[in-house]
């Protein structure tokens, strides 16, 4: 199974893990939707739905960049209804768009507190209800949720509560909605990576621990791995990329460091029972 003419809906993929999931499945030919806010690029966050457009065109897809505030019902009903005008369906959905802030109670105002429940939560919620029809009627529907796997250690949630509730709101939403949608087949999975990635939010949050992370390529090649598996056969599960990838026979990671001479770093919200499964050696993060 390919994504040939497949329709994904990815929310913030003008850049980081969202743009590399779109251009994997550029490479075979897909419809993609870049929903996204940034239509200027900022010298912190390089990258727009345009420039977007423009890097999934020359990989072989089809792109269709909308202006996206997945806070706003109004916004995201109405992209979804020109995606549909445009390309007839959809056939994915990617719950990419994040906001991060890892600091603590007394750091964390209300109005960060907001923007990561409204983007992390609520636009992922929003985002799947309105997507549920168009998916309902697809061929191979998933729903694909950049979440972690649940756990409740509370080393989690000490240091940054508001982010953790809200990054574990979206594991929640693949929980319940997997159960829900499963008589309609549709598949409802989480992602996420066993080390730090090297994007615009890892070098602005956490500094040089972009020398220590992977490439988002490692979480594209996942993804891909995981959509174009049958959606009734795959459904709730809290997927890690490197987990996926040894499951579909990749080996040698080397490809994927950002430095291979640097020690990698485990992300957040990665147990240590799984991390002393993997053949990997990891730096943990200080809890």
Known sequence: MTLHSKTLFITGASRGIGLAIALRAARDGANIVVAAKTVESHPNLPGTIYTAAEEIGRAGGTALPLIVDVRDEG????????????????DILVNNASAISLTDTPSTDMKRYDLMQQINVRGTYLCTRTALPYLSRAANPHVLNLAPPLDLDPKWFGPHVAYSIAKFGMSLCTLGQAREFKSLGIAVNSLWPVTTIDTAAVRNKLGDMANSSRNPEIMADAAYAILTKQATEV???FF???QVLR?????????YARNPLAPLTADYFVSDRILDSLPTELVRLPQ
Do not use: H, P
């Open 75 to 90: 916004s995201v009903v109405r992209a979804f209804d020109e995606a549909v005008q445009r390309f007839g369906g959809i």
């Open 240 to 242: 890690l990329d490197e």
């Open 247 to 255: 499951e579909e026979g990749v080996t040698d990671f080397s490809s």
């Open 235 to 237: 459904t709730g599960n």
